[in-house]
């Protein structure tokens, strides 16, 4: 009897697992490049236990999402939306706990744990980061749902937030956390509802 349970539940959460995890962030060719790309550079740091692979793989994570450029038609999970119409922050999935922030006021951007990766920001245009297009459509979400966005990586602050200078000094375990749960910033130019599951 333990044996078929053990199926049963190993296979409902096999099933679960397909439906949530990785169709819709492998919709994308382009996409499904950058979060395998992403893993192959995290995943063997990681498994090292070595401090410095470890560093150079959160400076590697980061020029890979600098060297994205602009992005169309990724699907992803609506995971966080915080501020109000006119200063919006909104956190987005786009593969196994890898996310892109986006915002509309330095503020919200340096109440939050960010704060570090935002000393340079007084050289930098400030934001928007949401179009009024994706403030507009934001209204009509629910956390938890599949969105198409198009956008630029990095576009919110440019250079200043996208430096990896941001790293350096980090402690490993800054650097473990990142690769762990990767976040960049992105300008979200476009995004709408996803039938995408």
Request: net charge neutral; proline share 5%.
């Amino acid at each position: 009897m333990p044996g078929r349970r053990n199926f049963l539940l190993g296979g409902a959460g096999l099933i679960l697992g397909g439906c949530f995890e990785g169709s819709c962030y492998e919709s994308n060719p382009r996409q499904k490049e950058f979060v395998s790309d992403l893993a192959e550079i995290a995943k063997p740091a990681m498994a090292s236990n070595n401090p410095l692979a470890i560093e150079d793989a959160a400076k590697r994570s980061l020029a890979l999402g600098d060297s994205i450029g602009g992005f169309t038609d990724w699907c992803g999970t609506l995971k966080a939306i915080d501020g109000n119409a006119q200063n919006a922050a909104v956190t987005i999935e786009v593969g196994p706990q890898i996310s892109l922030y986006a915002f509309n006021d330095w503020t919200l951007a340096a109440a939050g744990a960010f704060a570090d990766l935002f000393a340079t920001r007084s050289r930098e245009a400030p934001p928007p980061g949401l179009s009024d297009q994706a403030v507009a459509a934001l209204k009509t979400f629910r956390l938890g749902q599949h969105v198409q966005l198009s956008g630029r990586m990095g576009a919110i602050a440019g250079s200043g937030l996208f430096d990896l200078s941001r790293l350096f000094g980090k402690s490993d375990t800054s650097n473990r956390t990142f690769l762990q749960s990767p976040r960049f910033v992105a300008s979200i130019e476009a995004l709408s509802s996803s039938n995408k599951k």
